[in-house]
């Protein structure tokens, strides 16, 4: 079972992604599930910030992906909701994304099958009014989120 932590405010998300943050390295993959709205992107953002990303990040589901190169690594930001088929997906090199950087999956349903591995899986949601999000890590993350 995994641990049900509440984001209350948007500083809250903000702690968690300067948490997360020093965990990562180039070859990380995170991916973050969650309904419309649960605050996937946000996370992103607020990653993005911890990296030193002095370029504002915003939603890229109307590109599928963005990439920034100006922080401590680069990263990339995907959003797989628009995303049509498989092949699409084997189209964006998402292999060769994943072992330059920092790779963040909004919506990463369509890409389960085709990831070599995910270090940590956040899943965003409502409990009523409050958000959540419940966090499983591989193991070598594990200890951090026990
Ligand atoms: N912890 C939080 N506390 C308060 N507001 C939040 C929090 N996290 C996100 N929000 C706000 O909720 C709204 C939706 O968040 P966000 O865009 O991150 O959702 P999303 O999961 O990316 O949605 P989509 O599936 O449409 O991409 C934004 O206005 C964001 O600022
Ligand atoms: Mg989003």
Redesign the pocket.
């Known amino acids: 079972m995994n641990k049900r932590i509440y984001?209350?405010?948007?500083k809250?998300?903000i702690d968690l992604a300067y948490y997360i943050g020093p965990l990562l390295q180039r070859g990380s993959v995170v991916s973050?599930f969650?309904?419309?709205?649960?605050?996937?992107?946000?996370?992103?953002?607020a990653l993005g910030a911890f990296l030193g990303i002095g370029e504002e990040i915003d939603?890229p589901?109307f590109v599928i992906f963005k990439e920034y190169h100006c922080g401590r690594f680069p990263l990339y930001h995907l959003?797989l909701?628009r995303l049509k088929s498989e092949d699409e997906l084997l189209d964006l090199g998402l292999l060769d994304m994943i072992e330059t950087g920092i790779t963040l999956i909004?919506?990463p349903e369509i890409a389960q099958d085709f990831l070599p591995y995910q270090n940590l899986k956040l899943k965003?949601g409502f409990e009523g009014e409050r958000?959540f999000v419940e966090i499983e890590a591989d193991e070598d993350l594990a200890e951090h989120f026990a």
């Open positions: 984001l209350d405010t948007k809250e998300t973050l969650g309904e419309l709205g649960s605050g996937k992107t946000f996370f992103a953002k939603s589901s959003d909701y909004e919506w965003f958000r």
